[in-house]
């Protein structure tokens, strides 16, 4: 038998207000239409749901096993439709995203802490993988958003990028000789390098560009972690390529150094990635806002 649900709604508001015209005031409409509703109800169960007294209507021992149900499951879908809407305004819910360990650390916090602030009720779940894994993950329906170095050659994604960062080349003190010079880029191929390894998107980016030059390099030392880059050059072990952004305090604090190149490398984006032609949740709506400030 197909259920259709809005006898069953006005069934249980019956059964609720003991009274056809108290029903019919609460789910406005007339008691005529209440009670002819009513009269189908039993007809199609073929079974005798109320009693009419005087005082208005009680349920029979039928009714009552039926109310017991009925009530139970309007009450779930009532709930269930709260907190529909309850995640649509934000008051609840989840938000996936996905990023990698350096942005996570350098540039993502503040954000998270902020947003976390504003929706508390949604919680919040961050999934540490590379580029190549994330875009992965939001293919399969893993993750709803990625926060990822750009750009991304995925025709099946969509980005928005929401901060620019700058790649620059730096160096200890053991190198302080060079802090007057201007480095031409080709003198790179004989220093000693320090760069992330191979899968990282930061490190393709700067190897696409300086290839694009005829300049081709091989790091001596190849990382998983920016933090190590900044380290291993403070201590003299080579030049590191390091996102400018990222690197402020070893800079500041002079235990590193910018080194002038004679061409700049092209600043790029640190932006949201998300399925293209799939909109995204309120939640991850209000995040990418809170990002781009």
């Known amino acids: 038998m197909k259920i259709k649900l809005d006898p069953y709604r006005i069934f249980n508001q019956v059964a609720l207000e003991k009274s ?26 073929n079974i005798r749901l109320f009693t009419r007294t005087p005082k208005g209507v009680v349920l029979t021992k039928e009714g009552e096993l039926l109310f017991e149900y009925v009530n139970a499951g309007i009450n ?14 934000l008051y609840e819910g989840e938000l996936r995203i996905g990023v990698g360990d350096t942005i996570a650390r350098y540039y993502l916090i503040d954000y998270l802490e902020r947003f976390n602030k504003v929706y508390p009720q949604v919680r919040l ?20 958003i990625a926060v990822l170095n750009l750009p991304i050659g995925d025709s099946s994604l969509e980005t928005i990028p929401t901060s620019k960062i700058q790649d620059v080349l730096v160096a200890g003190k053991e190198y302080s000789y060079l802090k007057s010079k201007t480095l031409e880029l080709e003198d790179l191929q004989n220093m000693p390098l320090i760069m992330l390894d191979n899968r990282s998107k930061s490190r393709e980016y700067v190897e696409d ?18 933090d190590l880059l900044l380290e291993l050059a403070r201590i003299g072990l080579g030049l590191a390529f390091v996102v400018k952004e990222y690197s402020g305090p070893y800079i500041d604090n002079e235990d590193l150094f910018q080194i002038e190149t004679s061409i700049i490398i092209p ?3 640190v932006g949201i990635c998300h399925l293209k032609d799939v909109s995204m949740s309120p939640a991850a709506d209000k995040f990418v806002e809170i990002l781009l400030g």
């Not at 056809?20 to 169960?45: C, F, H």
């Not at 779940?125 to 329906?141: A, V, Y």
């Open 125 to 144: 779940k961050i999934i540490n993988r590379t580029t190549m894994e994330l875009t992965g993950l939001l293919k399969s329906g893993e993750i709803d």
């Open 76 to 89: 779930l879908i009532e709930k269930g439709e709260k907190r529909l809407a309850d995640s649509k305004n």
């Open 209 to 226: 560009f300086l290839a694009s030059l005829g300049i081709g390099i091989s790091p001596e030392i190849e990382l998983g972690s920016h």
């Open 267 to 269: 600043a790029r984006h």
């Open 20 to 45: 056809l015209s108290g029903a019919a005031k609460k789910l406005y409409i007339s008691q005529p239409a209440v009670s002819q509703i009513i009269t189908q109800l039993e007809n199609d169960l």
